[in-house]
């Protein structure tokens, strides 16, 4: 298994700019969640998804949008990039509620916004 | 001004000791915690949990301990290795609808001192 993997590994975005992060898994996970994590701060929930078509905001969901079209894909979608976006993004999953609350993260993809 | 969550506590022990580290968390509903792992350019990694049923959970040289009066947690890591240095994140799992928001604490960085 590959586990959880996020494309691209490093992005430079100008103001104003779209772009698309991408992360698959390939555990059958029905959890899926999109992280930020800013210089000597804890991680701070995006978006997240309980299943296919289904998603929902966490804590910093401005500026972001999410889909799940299916189990394996959860791409963030940055619709018009600003300089407070510069971050870490991790994407994570797990199988869900009563059976084990593991996530396993992604290897990141650190964005710069100029 | 400077923001205080530019620096992340640091603790730095000797190869061979053992390692404290401590997390204050905020919900006193919180059912379920999550130490992590995160080496630097990497996504944290799952290290131990434990449910808030429990006071003391133990892991091949780790152990957690919460302590659901004060809302702490800390990570004891036995008879510390080079290979322990990293950032170590606690995170609680918030009631929500679907049981998977996670909170993270901002991390502690621990160096092992040879």
């Known amino acids: 298994n590959a586990g959880v993997t996020q494309t691209p590994k490093f992005q430079v975005l100008k103001t104003g700019q779209s772009m698309t992060l991408q992360c698959a898994q390939d555990?059958?996970?029905?959890?899926m969640s999109w992280y930020r994590q800013d210089p000597g701060m804890g991680l701070r929930l995006i978006h997240y998804?309980?299943?296919?078509?289904?998603?929902d905001q966490g804590e910093v969901p401005n500026g972001y949008n999410v889909s799940r079209s299916t189990t394996e894909d959860f791409p963030l979608r940055l619709l018009s990039a600003a300089p407070s976006q510069t971050s870490v993004y991790f994407c994570?999953?797990?199988?869900?509620?009563?059976?084990?609350?593991?996530?396993?993260f992604g290897p990141g993809t650190r964005l710069t916004v100029t | 001004g400077e923001s205080v969550g530019l620096h992340l506590p640091t603790l730095s022990v000797q190869e061979g000791d053992n390692s404290i580290i401590n997390c204050a968390y905020s919900?006193?509903?919180?059912?379920?915690f999550i130490w992590y792992k995160q080496e630097s350019g990497k996504g944290p990694q799952f290290i131990i949990d434990?449910?808030?049923?429990?006071d003391k959970r133990q892991g091949q040289r780790v152990t957690v301990l919460l302590n659901k009066t004060v809302k702490h947690l800390s990570l004891q890591i036995a008879a510390t290795q080079p290979g322990d240095s990293a950032v170590y994140f606690c995170?609680?799992?918030?009631?929500?609808?679907?049981?998977?928001?996670?909170?993270f604490g901002p991390g502690t960085r621990l160096s092992v001192l040879p």
């Open positions: 995170a609680e799992k918030e009631e929500d609808n679907y049981g998977q928001n996670f909170v």
């Open positions: 994570a999953s797990s199988y869900g509620p009563g059976q084990e609350y593991e996530q396993y």
């Open positions: 919900n006193s509903a919180s059912d379920y």
């Open positions: 998804s309980v299943g296919a078509g289904i998603t």
């Open positions: 434990i449910r808030s049923n429990m």
């Open positions: 555990m059958n996970h029905e959890y």
